[in-house]
């Protein structure tokens, strides 16, 4: 027990305790939320995007699986009638899935044997420890979009499952974002080319990265898939995570499918990725 309070613990100070940090958020979100807009925060941990989302004035969908982490959801935004929290992951299927917990770490508990399995070969997963786990329900996004209406924005942090979540999705959104981990970088390419193709239809997507919690993009201007690409391997060997941000580039023309299909394929000189 004593190790789940430190863990969660450091979760809070990581992310509600930082100085500054919940300002930049809502000013970051605001380019993608407003009043009256719907949120979807998939994994939303221990709720610091729940919290910004909610002084932006958005209606917050908030999914998270982790018991420990629903417990501090409940106590901070239980009460808030424009925060729905559901106690599920999400993913490809609707069902039952096993999730693996990180006591001491909850930031990256997942529900991904094979990403769990990868990044134990980084050197800054050395010392993290999957020490138990829990069924949970799983349901798609398109069942929350049937459920909660569709978001203005959705935020997919899963720890290595992002590919089976976007799996889930047969529409484009207007914006979304979705980790980057360097160890896990083919993954993220398999991630890319589903985005890429939900987009399609409905005239592409352009694209950003954010270094991790810095909450600022590390391009000059928004970019096509490949220029992402190239983007993330300028990063990449700094070995920190962040996350992909994708926005359509236009509206999509009634009747027609505007854009293309760019096919993101795995670099060959890419070790330990997790895409399928």
Not at 82 to 106: D, H, K, M
Not at 125 to 132: A, C, G, K, N
Request: hydrophobic share 40%; glycine share 10%; aromatic share 8%.
């Amino acid at each position: 027990m004593l190790r789940r309070v430190r863990g969660i613990v450091r979760s809070l100070a990581m992310y509600h305790g930082v100085p500054g940090r919940h300002r930049r958020m809502v000013r970051f979100y605001g380019e993608f939320l407003g009043p009256g807009d719907v949120g979807f925060d998939i994994g939303a941990h221990v709720g610091s995007r729940v919290r910004a989302w909610r002084k932006l004035g958005a209606r917050v969908i908030a999914v998270e699986p982790q018991p420990d982490c629903l417990r501090v959801l409940r106590l901070f935004f239980g009460r808030d009638r424009r925060v729905t929290i559901l106690p599920e992951a999400v993913g490809a299927r609707a069902g039952r899935a096993r999730l693996g917990i990180s006591t001491a770490t909850p930031t990256v508990s997942s529900m991904s044997p094979d990403w769990i399995e990868s990044v134990t070969t980084d050197q800054s997963f050395s010392w993290v420890r999957w020490d138990r786990s829990v069924e949970v329900d799983v349901a798609t996004l398109d069942d929350l979009i049937a459920a909660h209406g569709e978001p203005a924005f959705c935020k997919i942090d899963v720890e290595g499952f992002e590919v089976e979540v976007l799996a889930g999705l047969t529409r484009p959104l207007r914006a979304l974002s979705f980790e980057y981990l360097p160890p896990a970088h083919d993954a993220a390419l398999t991630a890319l080319d589903l985005v890429e193709r939900l987009g399609a239809p409905a005239g592409g997507y352009e694209y950003n990265y954010s270094p991790i919690e810095t909450m600022r993009f590390a391009g000059d201007s928004w970019l096509d898939a490949a220029g992402l690409v190239q983007l993330l391997e300028r990063y990449r060997p700094l070995g920190r995570s962040g996350d992909v941000y994708a926005r359509l580039a236009r509206p999509a023309e009634a009747g027609t499918a505007a854009g293309r299909v760019v096919s993101v394929q795995p670099a060959r000189s890419c070790r330990g990725g997790t895409g399928r």
